[in-house]
């Protein structure tokens, strides 16, 4: 055949597998203003643009903050993988009654505090594993651009000017309601917007507030004051993505009123403004009920990373579908630790493995020769992860499944590689050892489970975190089994098992290889029974230990 031909043909059957993978791996998320899933497609093809509300900076961040800025932070990277260009924007709001009330607190000024605790939130968004967005804008830095809006709002008569305050008349918007589906006489004075006898109608809500004494301000053409609390994400928005943009997401506490009145805003300001995807993450609940500040039921990220990993937090927050009430509860974290445990334990040992069988890899450019098991394992691994990710985020589907059977494999061809072979076959062990690694990690990478420092140094930084949970120090545990040890030898084997069920009703499982005995975190064992998950969420199943794998 003529070889251009030839060239063509094969540029033919790539463009054709590559459609019929696109075709067959279309990515689809839940639209909340048409309330289904709908194929995404960008306004600008290789382009998102995508705006997420963040948080009021007073205080640490609690759980439900964490859900929040872990599910876009995979929904973010999710988008990368898949090639686009992703111009991502994260609020901070730093101009706020909540926030004024804690700095005459605390006497300090507002915002000087808030800058405090947005540098704390990044802290924790940081060690969540959660990547940096492309713009991070305060409202304090936006305040002409936020004046703009509200001058053009008030010239296309959507909004009204009483004694300094602004207020947007809801009445004069018609489609008020279409993302919630809330009628506008449930949006009553008192519960959801402040009574003011000055409103037009007790719907209306603030675009300005006039100054008060002792609150920050800045001037305007209605004096000096500060923005409501809506305006601003419509105002950072447009400025930084336009008025027309691809994903705006939040919790699903901000459907109504502020996503509800973000839309009415941004409508009244410009005719042609439009966001194709509104996106939001499930509550987190303690007991069942929402978790949050002002019902005194939360816990903050700090609390909980300084007795969990942080990676421990961020599997089980992906634990569970985004759109899901997720229940707290320390034995799905237990659960959590105890499979992020088994997860890099396993690649420990297969990095161990690799360095040390380094000389025997080829090095001559070719195609790596895997066997039958290592090849399906990877389609299935590839095939699963392409299907539930792609399906609105599934991510509570991946951990479990063909990705657990890839660790199993991993595991299996570490014990084949301690059994003598011909060199061919040990060859093809080691070969599909690392390609089956490689993909996992990919996975990995994209869930924001992969930490940049050695898997070594993060499994003792799970010890560590185990070792707190149980009121232990290393040294603890060692002459505990230097003691068990002893017991052994004098074949007193109740007592043996005594020590042991001690240490893991702690969380600290002892296990004995050959002659020695190591230690691991585990599920306490009073932890592992009566507390039932949330609808939607699945309880990781228990690993088999890398150890036992290869036992």
């Known amino acids: 055949m003529d070889p251009s031909k030839q060239e063509t043909n094969q540029k033919k059957a790539s463009k054709t597998m590559a459609e019929k993978e696109t075709q067959e791996f279309q990515f689809v998320v839940y639209n909340t203003m048409t309330q289904q899933k709908e194929v995404f497609k960008p306004k600008t093809p290789g382009k998102v643009r995508m705006y997420v509300c963040g948080v009021t900076a007073y205080d640490f961040s609690h759980l439900g903050h964490a859900r929040a800025a872990v599910s876009f932070d995979v929904l973010y990277r999710y988008l990368k993988y898949l090639g686009y260009e992703v111009t991502y924007v994260r609020n901070f709001t730093d101009v706020d009654d909540k926030i004024i009330r ?45 004046k703009d809006m509200i001058t053009q709002i008030i010239n296309k008569d959507f909004g009204y000017v009483v004694d300094g305050d602004v207020f947007f008349a809801v009445d004069k918007f018609p489609n008020y309601g ?26 209306d809500f603030a675009l300005w507030k006039a100054a008060k004494p002792g609150e920050p301000s800045w001037d305007s053409p209605w004096g000096p004051g500060r923005p409501g609390w809506h305006i601003e994400c419509s105002a950072m928005s447009a400025h930084y993505l336009s008025f027309k943009f691809d994903i705006h997401g939040g919790g699903l506490d901000l459907i109504f009123p502020h996503h509800e009145n973000e839309i009415a805003q941004s409508c009244a300001a410009c005719e042609e403004s439009d966001v194709s995807y509104w996106m939001h993450n499930g509550h987190v609940t303690n007991n069942n009920e929402k978790m949050s500040k002002s019902l005194g039921n939360f816990f903050t990220i700090r609390q909980i990373t300084e007795r969990y990993h942080p990676l421990a937090l961020r599997y089980f927050l992906i634990n569970a579908h985004y759109r899901s009430p997720l229940n707290y509860s320390v034995v799905q974290l237990e659960g959590a630790s105890d499979a992020v445990f088994y997860i890099y334990q396993t690649l420990k040992d297969c990095q161990d493995a690799l360095l040390q069988l380094q000389e025997e890899m080829p090095n001559d450019g070719k195609p790596a020769r895997i066997s039958p098991d290592a090849k399906e394992c990877i389609s299935k691994l590839r095939n699963e992860f392409q299907v539930k990710m792609s399906d609105d985020l599934s991510t509570s589907l991946i951990l479990t499944g063909a990705f657990l059977e890839a660790l199993k494999l991993v595991n299996n061809l570490l014990t084949m590689l301690k059994k003598k072979q011909q060199k061919q076959q040990r060859l093809l062990v080691i070969q599909s050892l690392k390609e089956v ?115």
């Open 178 to 203: 279409k993302l919630s589906g809330q009628k506008l006489e449930n949006n009553r004075a008192g519960e959801r917007v402040a009574v003011d006898s000055r409103k037009r109608n007790p719907s």
């Open 437 to 551: 690694e490689k993909e996992v990690t990919k996975i990995l990478d994209v869930l924001g489970l992969q930490l940049p420092c050695s898997y070594n140094e993060v499994l003792l930084q799970l010890k560590e975190k185990a070792l707190t949970r149980a009121g232990l120090v290393e040294d603890d545990v060692i002459r505990l089994i230097n003691e068990r040890a002893e017991v052994r030898r004098n074949k007193d084997f109740l007592k043996s098992d005594q020590m042991r069920a001690h240490l893991q009703a702690k969380g600290i499982a002892l296990m004995d290889v050959g002659t020695e005995t190591i230690w691991r975190p585990c599920v306490p064992v009073q932890q592992e029974s009566g507390i039932v998950p949330s609808e939607g969420q699945k309880v990781p199943p228990k690993p088999e230990t890398a150890e036992e794998c290869r036992s």
């Open 102 to 146: 804690r700095a005459n607190e605390t006497g300090e000024d507002p915002i000087s505090l808030s800058d405090r605790y947005c540098k704390e939130y990044n802290i924790d968004m940081s060690d969540l594993q959660c990547l940096s967005p492309t713009h991070e804008p305060r409202v304090s830095d936006h305040m002409e651009q936020i």
